[in-house]
């Protein structure tokens, strides 16, 4: 008898214990769901989702005639022109007489994320050369790869006398994948000595399904039962790219060798320039490595090529902290880490200096 009110004792406590067990589960799996949930209402859009639509072959462009006001800040607005350009007013097919046209190449650094069309290093340039009418063709989030294959199909339509390529770290990085943040893009690979472009058409799917991408699915990974499987199984978006050092440096190479020969059948002379990040101030193993690469490429190609990382590294720590976008003062992420104001006008004055201590453009950019 005692033994059954003890074993029914014993019951009582399990299954009181069990249920205790149970509701602080249900309260900690709400918890983690209504915190993800939090985190995903108050997630800050791209910017470049506000001006680009989806592009089979690019990934992503500009959207024509589109105007956002106030898009960085209290007057600083982003304006496409019809050609899907970030210029103010269109672009004719032709030069004006005793006038040289630059088209620039880039990315978010080159399109001049966080501050107006006139801020921009590019449009800084023509302010530096009165003669020189540049054409700002950069867009964010693109890599060498998808700037190179922008200009290879569009850019063509109008005439010009140099091309200046400006990279940054972050634009090798993206050569070596299928996407962005999630979304698709187009991917370059030497197949029998030829240059060729894979993931094309790009995948439209996190256009239709905008929780694809890798803004929604960090919040998700915060769950604690996604944080659970991911600590048993690998994790697909976790560690290092793995890079062929070798293979890439084909596909580098192939790449400036037919953006010389796209630039030289538009009668343009290609410049290559590489632009720093705030993490390239400090000796940077990754920066270095494509900084050698490109320099190389440049060499072999016979293509002019500036390194500003160099002189970037010979800047005192204030006048580094000046160059870039203070925290918080822009309503996007990532905004911190490229050009202010004065860090446009700084590379303008630094880009300017360096072509015209190349002769031959010297004497096209001089008056």
Same mark, same amino acid.
């Given at each position: 008898?005692?033994?059954?009110?003890?074993?029914?004792?014993?019951?009582?406590?399990?299954?009181?214990?069990?249920?205790?067990?149970?509701?602080?589960?249900?309260?900690?799996?709400?918890?983690?769901?209504?915190?993800?949930?939090?985190?995903?209402?108050?997630?800050?859009?791209?910017?470049?989702?506000?001006?680009?639509?989806?592009?089979?072959?690019?990934?992503?462009?500009?959207?024509?005639?589109?105007?956002?006001?106030?898009?960085?800040?209290?007057?600083?607005?982003?304006?496409?022109?019809?050609?899907?350009?970030?210029?103010?007013?269109?672009?004719?097919?032709?030069?004006?007489?005793?006038?040289?046209?630059?088209?620039?190449?880039?990315?978010?650094?080159?399109?001049?994320?966080?501050?107006?069309?006139?801020?921009?290093?590019?449009?800084?340039?023509?302010?530096?050369?009165?003669?020189?009418?540049?054409?700002?063709?950069?867009?964010?989030?693109?890599?060498?790869?998808?700037?190179?294959?922008?200009?290879?199909?569009?850019?063509?339509?109008?005439?010009?006398?140099?091309?200046?390529?400006?990279?940054?770290?972050?634009?090798?990085?993206?050569?070596?994948?299928?996407?962005?943040?999630?979304?698709?893009?187009?991917?370059?690979?030497?197949?029998?000595?030829?240059?060729?472009?894979?993931?094309?058409?790009?995948?439209?799917?996190?256009?239709?399904?905008?929780?694809?991408?890798?803004?929604?699915?960090?919040?998700?990974?915060? =769950?604690?039962?996604?944080? +659970? #499987? &991911?600590? !048993?199984?690998?994790? @697909?978006?976790?560690?290092? *790219?793995?890079? /062929?050092?070798?293979?890439?440096?084909?596909?580098?190479?192939?790449?400036?060798?037919?953006?010389?020969?796209?630039?030289?059948?538009?009668?343009?002379?290609?410049?290559?320039?590489?632009?720093?990040?705030?993490?390239?101030?400090?000796?940077?193993?990754?920066?270095?490595?494509?900084?050698?690469?490109?320099?190389?490429?440049?060499?072999?190609?016979?293509?002019?090529?500036?390194?500003?990382?160099?002189?970037?590294?010979?800047?005192?720590?204030?006048?580094?902290?000046?160059?870039?976008?203070?925290?918080?003062?822009?309503?996007?992420?990532?905004?911190?880490?490229?050009?202010?104001?004065?860090?446009?006008? =700084?590379?303008?004055?630094? +880009? #300017? &200096?360096? !072509?015209?201590?190349? @002769?031959?453009?010297?004497? *096209?950019?001089? /008056?």
């Amino acid at each position: 008898m005692l033994l059954a009110k003890i074993g029914s004792a014993v019951r009582l406590v399990l299954l009181n214990l069990s249920v205790f067990v149970l509701i602080v589960a249900l309260i900690e799996g709400l918890a983690s769901v209504l915190l993800v949930s939090k985190w995903i209402m108050h997630l800050t859009p791209l910017a470049e989702k506000m001006h680009t639509r989806y592009d089979p072959e690019l990934g992503w462009v500009n959207i024509p005639n589109t105007l956002i006001k106030d898009i960085y800040g209290q007057g600083i607005d982003v304006r496409i022109n019809s050609q899907g350009l970030r210029e103010d007013a269109e672009i004719g097919s032709a030069v004006r007489a005793k006038q040289l046209r630059l088209v620039c190449l880039g990315d978010s650094f080159t399109f001049g994320f966080g501050s107006g069309h006139d801020q921009t290093w590019c449009h800084q340039l023509s302010l530096l050369a009165p003669k020189v009418q540049t054409v700002n063709m950069g867009l964010g989030g693109y890599g060498f790869d998808q700037y190179y294959l922008w200009y290879k199909r569009d850019g063509g339509s109008l005439k010009h006398d140099i091309t200046l390529v400006a990279v940054v770290t972050d634009d090798f990085n993206r050569m070596h994948r299928d996407d962005f943040l999630g979304y698709p893009k187009p991917r370059l690979e030497v197949r029998e000595g030829e240059l060729k472009v894979r993931n094309v058409p790009v995948p439209r799917s996190p256009y239709v399904l905008p929780w694809m991408t890798l803004q929604y699915r960090m919040p998700l990974h915060e =769950l604690a039962v996604v944080r +659970l #499987y &991911r600590s !048993l199984v690998s994790d @697909p978006d976790g560690g290092d *790219l793995r890079v /062929d050092r070798q293979e890439f440096e084909v596909v580098l190479a192939k790449l400036v060798e037919d953006l010389k020969r796209v630039a030289q059948e538009r009668g343009s002379r290609l410049v290559l320039v590489y632009l720093p990040q705030g993490t390239d101030h400090e000796p940077n193993a990754l920066t270095d490595w494509y900084l050698s690469d490109l320099r190389m490429v440049a060499a072999q190609q016979g293509v002019w090529f500036i390194d500003l990382v160099f002189d970037f590294r010979l800047m005192r720590r204030a006048q580094i902290l000046e160059m870039f976008i203070a925290p918080g003062s822009v309503p996007f992420v990532g905004a911190d880490g490229h050009y202010s104001v004065k860090g446009n006008k =700084l590379v303008a004055d630094l +880009l #300017y &200096r360096k !072509l015209m201590a190349i @002769p031959e453009l010297s004497t *096209l950019l001089s /008056d």
